[in-house]
C-alpha cells in the first residue's frame, strides 16, 4: 500500500527531528497532501497510527490538510483547479497542456511536541474500522 510507504517515511523523518531535538513525545503531525499526490487521507491516517506504534510518535494526531491540483496556461495567463484524473488542457485557447501549479505536495508542515510534563491526552483516539 501507497499510504503506508508514506506513513513510515512521515514517523521516520519526525523521529530524527525528535532524536536531534531531544523531544520526548508527539501530539500533532500535519502533513500537505496534494490532490494529485496519490495518497488517499483516510487511508494515510490509518496506516499513520499503525506506523506510530512503539515509536515516539505514539498517539500522535495526524491533521492532513488537501490541496488542490492547480495549473496554468503560459499563452493566455489562465489558471483553473485540474481535479483528479488532472485536466491539463487550457479551456479558452486550447493551445495544449498547462504547467502545473501545485498538486504533487506531500510534506510535513507542523510538528507538535509534548513537553516532557504534559498530561497524557484523555480523548481516546477512535479505531478506523474496515467496512
Ligand atoms: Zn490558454
Known amino acids: 500500500m501507497h499510504e503506508m ?7 521516520d523523518q519526525v523521529e530524527q527531528a525528535a532524536r536531534s ?5 508527539v501530539r500533532r503531525v500535519t502533513v500537505e497532501i496534494g490532490e494529485l499526490a496519490g495518497v488517499v487521507p ?6 499513520f497510527e499503525l ?6 510518535l505514539e498517539g500522535a494526531e495526524l491533521v492532513t490538510r488537501f490541496l488542490p491540483g492547480r495549473a496554468s496556461c503560459t499563452p ?5 483547479n485540474t481535479g483528479m484524473p488532472p485536466d491539463m488542457l487550457c479551456a479558452v485557447c486550447r493551445r495544449g497542456a ?14 507538535h511536541w509534548s513537553t516532557p510534563a504534559a498530561a497524557p491526552d484523555p480523548t481516546p483516539v477512535p479505531q478506523p474500522e474496515e467496512s
Not at 510507504?5 to 514517523?11: D, G, N, P
Not at 531535538?21 to 513525545?25: E, L, Y
Not at 483516510?42 to 496506516?47: K, P, Q, R, T, V
Open 5 to 11: 510507504s508514506v506513513a513510515l517515511s512521515v514517523v
Open 21 to 25: 531535538g531531544g523531544a520526548h513525545g
Open 42 to 47: 483516510d487511508a494515510l491516517a490509518f496506516c
Open 51 to 56: 506506523a506510530c506504534a512503539g515509536t515516539v
Open 76 to 80: 493566455c495567463g489562465r489558471s483553473w
Open 98 to 111: 498547462g504547467t502545473l501549479l501545485s498538486g504533487r505536495e506531500l510534506r510535513i508542515t507542523e510538528v
